[in-house]
C-alpha cells in the first residue's frame, strides 16, 4: 500500500483526538485513556488568597484545556525547577527583580515572563524530539545530544537526518565491486591499500598514520577479513558521544564531543546530497544569499560532483568552520573505488578534550600543501559572496573564503 509519514508528534495527534472526542488505540487514545491527564509543561504562576497556583499544559490535550491547579496538587518536580529556573533567566537576561504584578489582590505573572516560559518550554520539547528522532535514525555507536542555553531557537525545519550519501538520480555512489583482498592477517599481506598503490592508513592502536592529501582504502564488503580488521575505521561510524549545541557568538549550532578525542583519530564522515557540479553551482547561488557553506567538492580526482550537505546529512552539517581546526579532512574509498565520488571523513589533528567544540578549515589551509594536485580536492566549494568569520581563532583569517 501506499502511504507517507505522518509528521505530526504523538501528542499532537492526541490532542486533535481528545478535541473531536476520538478514539485510536495505535496512538494511546482509548475509552479508558480518554480522561487521563499528565502534566506536559507549567505555562503561568499567580497568587491568590494566600495560596500558589500554576496554569497547566496537560500532555495530548489541546492549550484549550489548560487549568488552574494548585501547587500542592502538582507532582511534577522537575517541571516546577524547569519553569522557575526559566522565570530567573529572563529576569536575568531583561536585568529585572520582579516577575510579579498585583492586581485586585492577586499577585500575577508579568505576560512577557509567561510568554518567555511557555516558548522555553515548547523549545525543550521540540529539541527533546529531535534529539530521540536523531538517535532513532543515526546507525553509528555514538549518542546525539541536543543543548541549547543561548536564545529560543528550536530544530531546524528543513534538514534530514542520514548516515550515508543520498545521491542525485543518475549518480552511482556504489559502482559494483566484486572483489577484495584474501588477507587472513591485514597489515601483513597486500591488503586493499597496496592493491591501489598506497600505504595502510592505520597504525596498530587504529590511529591514522599516513599524512593530510593521501588516500585512505579501506577494506569492502568482498574482503574476507571480519568486521574486527584493523583496516575497517570509518566504516564502522562515529564511537564517539557527540552533541549539537547553540553557539552564543552567532555561530548558529555547532558540535563538541562528550568524550575525549586522542590525536589521528575517526571522528565522523561529512555525508550529504551528492549532485553535480553544474548542480552545485546552481545552488550556490542561492546559498550565497543565505550565508551558508554545505558544499564540499569531491574533486580528488575531477571536479564532476559536490556533496551538499544543506537539506540532508549527519552531525557534521551542524560542524563550524575554524582557522585553527582540530580536525583534518580525508578521501576514503570503500566499497566504491570511483576516484570521482570519494567519502569524506574527518580525523582529529590532536587530543580534544570532552566538551571541546569540533571544527574543520573550510579551505583546508594550513596543515595541507595546496599546491599540490591531491591537497586541491580537499577544498570546499568556493563561494562568491565573502562570509565574515567569526571562529575567534588567534591566527583568524578574517573570512571563510
Known sequence: AWYVPCLASLETLQELCRK??????SIGITNRSLKSYE?????????EEGKEYYLVKWKGWPES????????NLKCPLLLQNFLSDKNEYLSRVKENKALKVRNHVKTLKPAV?????????????????????????NHRGMILVENTVDLEGPPLDFYYINEYKPA???????????????????????????????????KQRKLKIQPGLPIYECNSFCRCGPDCPNRIVQ???QYSLCIFRTNNGRGWGVKTLQKIKT???????VGEVITSEEAERRGQLYDNQGN???FDLDYDSDEFTVDAARYGNVSHFVNHSCDPNLQVFNVFIDNLDLRLPRIALFSTRTIKAGEELTFDYQMKGSIDLTSDSAEGLSPSRKRIRTVCKCGAVCCRGYLN
Do not use: H
Open 20 to 25: 473531536e472526542n476520538l478514539r485510536c488505540k
Open 39 to 47: 502534566v506536559e509543561y507549567l505555562c503561568d504562576y499567580k497568587v
Open 65 to 72: 484545556s489548560n487549568t488552574w491547579e494548585p501547587q500542592k
Open 114 to 138: 509567561a510568554e518567555y516560559i511557555v516558548k522555553k518550554a515548547k523549545q525543550r520539547i521540540a529539541l527533546r524530539r529531535w534529539k530521540e528522532e536523531l538517535n532513532r535514525k543515526k
Open 169 to 203: 538520480p543518475g549518480i552511482n555512489v556504489i559502482n559494483g565491486i566484486t572483489t577484495g583482498c584474501d588477507c587472513s592477517d591485514c597489515p601483513a599481506e597486500k591488503c586493499c591499500p597496496k592493491e591501489a598503490g598506497f600505504i595502510l592508513a592505520y597504525n
Open 236 to 238: 564502522k561510524g562515529t
Open 264 to 270: 589521528n583519530s575517526f571522528v565522523m564522515e561529512y
Open 293 to 295: 557553506t554545505y558544499l
